[in-house]
């Protein structure tokens, strides 16, 4: 049974639970391009990027009757297209857990950061560093929910975030200064 | 001890207090509002990220696999409504079949067995008590009409018979049939050359071709179902004035024989 604050969202899930077509459809519509665009970020080409989608959606469609409505139907699409994604890039990830430095949390993100910049330099990042980057902070997730994820520890996020950024920074610096 | 701890508390109270310098403060703000400006900027590229839009053989690879599934539903669907109508048909069929086996329980019901009663019946035989020479000539002509009449009505009652039997036969199968047209024959043929051997002067009104087939429906037993045919051969039919002699020898079937399926 699902529980939808979304009354919109709740038909669309019992079309779909129907195998009606257009219904399963629109709500690939409504979610694709989010999808789609946190495939490529995570893993940073758009072949692979469109085979997480199909293999998210088709997962989506299978196990739609298992979603009980706890978190946004949104929220629960995204998790099945971040572990289709993760599947894809787990051979190349080995996380290692890394202790923090004294002066972890000190950034200096430029004022002239533009977005395209900032593309470049996260598809410039290892493997690791981007998931979780991406997932930390584009996609919002907190560490506990990314530890989940993708079955790491929570301090072992954190210090991937933190390596992550000064990744970043180092190859913002390098982009911005020649 | 006491005193010790007297002394140090009155010595700490008589320690200097030290006022914290602004710039402190300042540095520390200002390192802050470093960082949020910072995170700022970052959010603000983050927010400012692309969007891509997928090519459109993503969703036709969805919609091919999710067929595939609905086809599976479809197909899973149609063989429980083919099985369905097929238990349906069946029932309906054996529901028939049984109505039918009735039907024909209920005609070979109607169709009498050869009791004495009956075999003087198809004879037309008159009571065993009357006696014949000792009848009027007026009162035998009546009598003659109205046997003549009887005689007629009964004959369609024994066509009908005939008719349900014919039926009948045709349920049984052709190597049954074969041989009991072979019986039939090899009967017929005896019984007219020994008819016209024994009585010359009876008149002869019916040809001796009728073979009467009664078919009886034992009841099953327990174990195996059997079928009983028995056949019973008459001898001819004579609507002339039956005398002693030829009600004797009537009542009884010239060949009776029965054949177990």
Redesign the interface.
Known sequence: MVYLNNPDELLLVEACLR?D?KA??AL?EKY???M??LA??VLGN?DD??DA??EG??QV??SLENFEGRSSLGAWIRTIVVRAAYKKLKPEIAFEEIELSENSG??????N???????RAILNLSPGYRLVFTLV??EGYKHNEVAEMLGISPGTSKSQLFYAKKKLQEELAYMIEP | MENEKNNISKLKNRLPQHIAPESVWESVEEQFQLEEQSTGNLKQAIAGLPVYLPPEKAWEAIDLSLNKKRGLVFSAHLIIRIAAVLILALAIGFLIRDKIADEKSNKLALVEKPTQFNLNDRLEMPPSNVDIKSEKPEASKNQAVTKNKQISQKKEMLNERDAIEKIELVTISSININKLEDYKKKDQTQLSENLLKSEPKVERKTKINRVKLIVHNDPPPPVVDKRRFTFALFRPVSYSQPTKDTLNRNTKPLFAASINL
């Open positions: 195998s077509r399963q459809k690939y694709k391009d989010a789609y665009t490529y970020r758009f990027a469109c989608l199909q959606f088709i469609f299978r000190l950034y200096c993100w430029d004022d950061l533009t977005s395209e910049e900032l593309e902070e584009v």
